[in-house]
């Protein structure tokens, strides 16, 4: 059933301290999560209302509730790289469904 629902599937990345193999750290962009969901295209609207508030936006993930992504993790799908541009939004606050706004990384 959840497949019917959200059919992609999506990696969720946090930026990280991984060993430089020189005895030391640096940071880099590991996966998080990979987990079903649904990216959609905004409406021309959105897009707009959106750029308006300079905080343009590209698409939006769908993908059933959680707390543990955050807004300063970042989204793969199909080789696209999405930077989170807003808090995850409960639709109608029933604990079922999660909206996160994205913008595509340019060069991601």
């Given amino acids: 059933m959840l497949h019917d629902e959200f059919p992609h599937e999506v990696t969720i990345q946090e930026l990280a301290s991984v ?7 640096k940071k880099a962009w590991t996966t998080f999560l990979t987990m079903e969901g649904f ?3 905004p409406t021309s609207k959105e897009r ?7 905080n343009p936006l590209d698409r939006y993930l ?4 959680r707390t543990d992504i955050k807004t300063d ?5 199909e080789e696209e790289t999405y930077e989170i ?6 639709q109608g ?3 079922e469904i999660i909206r996160l706004p994205l913008k595509l990384v340019q060069n991601g």
């Fill in 19 to 25: 060993s430089d193999g020189g005895g030391g750290h």
């Fill in 39 to 41: 990216m959609d295209t």
């Fill in 48 to 54: 707009y209302e959106a750029m308006q508030l300079n």
């Fill in 62 to 65: 769908y993908y059933p509730y």
């Fill in 73 to 77: 993790m970042r989204a793969v799908f």
């Fill in 85 to 90: 541009v807003g808090r995850p939004e409960d």
């Fill in 93 to 95: 606050g029933q604990h």
